[in-house]
């Protein structure tokens, strides 16, 4: 396997190679070993991070992560939810040894990256802390900003909000910083008329207010590199919804390969998992919705608990895979599928092909991922085989 030669490579010159994220903002190498905290909600849940750990591993590659989780958080309420004292998130999602809740993973431990997930947020808000619900009011970038000072040991103490009231003043937990920008929900996409389609809605220029698209994430990571000119590595992006968007397009034009056979043999997993709430449940799979096909509710790539033995469906192998090609800047193509069940090696194997290639051909060469274009002779080599 390439990647297994390029790891012992990297391994054998290791005294000789600079750090991950060196100072030229270059990914760390193919291989790399990362240590990596999470702030989210269910978006993050539902990669799910142990199936992204198999995929590392599978390579000879190693991740190891913390997390910052709860239902339905938005990185505003990582500050402060339900009142002043009460700690944000869910402890039963933040338990990951050794790390636990953010303000003990980033006061005593050193991360490779901080991935933040913004969830139906304002771009831009100044912060206002309130007596009644929800007790905190702020932009993402405000939002994001201040979990990247409080990562790199620059949140004094004060009162009202829980990073605050425990500071993290002077430990660096990184400097290395990504937003995990995902997608919209099945009723912005569709809107009141219903007609809507994933790439529409992902391409318009963002307004104002909750509008997750690719004109605001590129805006809010933009925005957090102005606030924080003196990172050596600038800010990036996992662009999980510029995927999607492509595969949409694909989809509507007949051009992703397999896919019918797929849902043929899937699709009772989608029709139990949405349910009668869910906006768009049809009985077979309908080209003409596109990556629609891949939500298993109207929020989700796969269905409640996001972890469970059927939780690895196309959705959450698409930015598994879009996750570790950012982070390692290494070629998915050839990756196995083996922790994503729903995937079957052979009888999808033209599917799972143009699946990778796709991620990376949005992500080798994004502006805001960091990750270099392959060259000429190298396009078409699949760096996991």
């Given amino acids: 396997m390439r990647s297994l030669r390029l790891l012992a490579a990297a391994i054998a010159v290791a005294t000789l190679a600079p750090p991950a ?30 199936r992204l750990q198999t995929l590392f591993q599978s390579v000879g590659g190693k991740y190891d992560y913390g997390t910052q989780l709860g239902g339905g958080l938005r990185l505003e309420q990582h500050l402060v939810r339900r009142g002043h004292s009460e700690p944000p998130g869910e402890a039963k999602l933040n338990l990951v040894k050794p790390y636990g809740a953010y303000d003990h993973a980033l006061r005593n431990f050193t991360f490779d990256a901080i991935v933040m997930q913004p969830y139906l947020e304002e771009l831009d808000r100044e912060p206002q802390v309130t007596e009644r619900w929800p007790f905190f009011r702020a932009g993402v970038l405000q939002a994001a900003g201040a979990l990247i000072d409080y990562s790199r040991g620059k949140t004094k103490a004060g009162e009202g909000r829980w990073d605050l009231e425990h500071p993290n003043e ?55 590199n102005k606030r924080n000119p003196d990172l050596k590595t600038p800010v990036r992006m996992i662009p999980a919804g510029d995927v999607l968007a492509k595969l949409d397009v694909m989809i509507r034009d007949g ?108 992500v080798a060469g994004h502006p805001h991922t960091g990750v270099p274009a392959p060259d000429a002779d190298s396009a078409n080599d699949g760096a996991a085989e």
């Fill in 170 to 224: 002077g430990h660096v937990a990184s400097e290395t910083f990504y937003i995990y920008a995902t997608w919209p929900t099945l009723k912005l996409i569709l809107g009141k008329e219903g007609d809507g389609t994933f790439a529409e809605y992902w391409n318009r220029d963002y307004q104002d207010g909750v509008q997750p698209s690719r004109d605001f994430f590129a805006q809010l990571v933009d925005g957090l």
């Fill in 255 to 362: 051009d992703l390969p397999g896919i019918e056979a797929f849902y043929e043999r899937n699709q009772p997993y989608y029709r139990k998992a949405r349910g009668a709430r869910t906006l768009y449940n049809p009985e077979a799979f309908d080209r003409s919705k596109g990556v629609l096909n891949f939500y298993a509710d109207n929020t989700h790539m796969n269905d409640q608990p996001h972890n469970g033995p059927d939780s690895g469906t196309i959705g959450s192998y698409v930015v598994a895979t879009t996750i570790f090609a950012t982070l390692t800047g290494e070629s998915p193509v050839g990756l196995t599928v083996e922790p994503y069940e729903m995937l079957d090696a052979e009888a999808d194997a033209e599917l799972i092909d143009a699946l990778q290639k796709t991620v990376w051909e949005v």
């Fill in 21 to 50: 994220f060196a100072d030229d903002g270059a990914p760390p190498p193919p291989g790399k070993e990362l240590r990596v905290y999470h702030f989210g909600n269910s978006h993050t849940r539902n990669v799910p991070l142990e």
